[in-house]
C-alpha cells in the first residue's frame, strides 16, 4: 500500500462513453499527477498539479479532462475515447518541495479498455 | 524525441547472477536519476535514486552506476532473487518547480531459480 488509490481498477467503455477515473492520496502530499502507460512505451506524463493549480498539461487530447478539487483528490474524466486510448493509467503524489527530485508514490493503476 | 533510452527491453538472468540495466541520456540539465520497480498489477515503486554529484550509491544489492561524462547510468542487481523479477524503470528529472520525470521504456527482468 503506497497511500495512493485509484478507482475502479479496471474500466471498459464505448468510444461514445463518459466515464471518470478517481485517485485519492493519503500521504498529504500537494502535487499529484496523472500518466498513461502503454506497453513497450515509456510513462507519458499527462497532467500535473501543484497545489491544486495544473501546472503541466502535456498536449493531452481534450477528450480527458481533469479535475483537482483538492490537494488529496484527483479525477480524470473521459469522453469520446479511441481504442488506442486504452492502456493503464496511473496516478501519483509528491511533496512537490520544488527542486525536482520529491519521490513519486504511485496508485495501482486504472486498466482502461475502449472499444 | 525520447530523454531517456534504456536496455536492454528484457532480461533473463539466473538466480544469484548479477542483473544489469542501462540508462542513456541527452539532457544535461538532469540532475536526479531514480529507478522504479514495478510488480504486475501495481504502480511503479521508487527503488533507489543518484544525484550527479556521486559516481555511485548502493542501497543493499542495488547499486546505481553513474557516469556523467557519458550521460550514461545502470542498476546492478546484485545475488538475484526470484522475488526481483518485475519491471524496472530508469527515470530522470531536473530541477523544477513541477516534478516532471522522464522514463525508460522499461526492462522486464525475470530471475529464474
Known amino acids: 500500500e503506497t497511500g495512493v488509490t485509484q478507482t475502479p481498477r479496471h474500466l471498459v467503455m464505448g468510444m461514445t462513453n463518459k466515464k471518470s477515473l478517481k485517485c485519492e492520496q493519503h500521504l498529504g502530499h500537494n502535487a499529484m499527477y496523472w500518466y498513461k502507460q502503454s506497453a513497450k512505451k515509456p510513462l507519458e506524463l499527462m497532467f500535473v498539479y501543484n497545489f491544486k493549480e495544473q501546472t503541466e498539461n502535456n498536449s493531452v487530447p481534450s477528450r480527458f479532462s481533469p479535475e483537482c478539487p483538492n490537494s488529496s483528490h484527483l479525477f480524470l474524466h473521459l469522453h469520446t475515447l479511441q481504442p488506442e486510448d486504452s492502456a493503464l493509467y496511473l496516478c501519483?503524489?509528491?511533496?512537490?518541495?520544488?527542486?525536482?527530485?520529491?519521490?513519486?508514490?504511485f496508485g495501482p493503476g486504472t486498466r482502461l479498455l475502449v472499444l | 524525441q525520447q530523454q531517456v533510452k534504456q536496455s536492454p527491453q528484457s532480461l533473463i538472468v539466473q538466480k544469484g547472477g548479477i542483473s544489469i540495466i542501462n540508462c542513456a541520456y541527452e539532457?544535461?540539465?538532469?540532475?536526479?536519476f531514480p529507478w522504479y520497480q514495478q510488480f504486475p498489477g501495481k504502480g511503479p515503486a521508487l527503488l533507489i535514486a543518484i544525484r550527479p554529484d556521486v559516481s555511485e550509491k548502493k542501497e543493499g544489492r542495488f547499486t546505481i552506476s553513474f557516469n556523467k561524462s557519458a550521460k550514461q547510468f545502470s542498476l546492478h542487481i546484485m545475488d538475484s532473487q526470484p522475488g526481483d523479477s518485475a519491471t524496472y524503470f530508469c527515470a530522470a528529472s531536473w530541477q523544477t518547480g513541477a516534478n516532471n520525470l522522464f522514463f525508460g521504456t522499461g526492462t522486464r527482468l525475470t530471475v529464474i531459480p
Open positions: 539532457n544535461t540539465a538532469f540532475d536526479y
Open positions: 501519483a503524489s509528491s511533496r512537490a518541495q520544488g527542486d525536482g527530485q520529491e519521490t513519486q508514490y
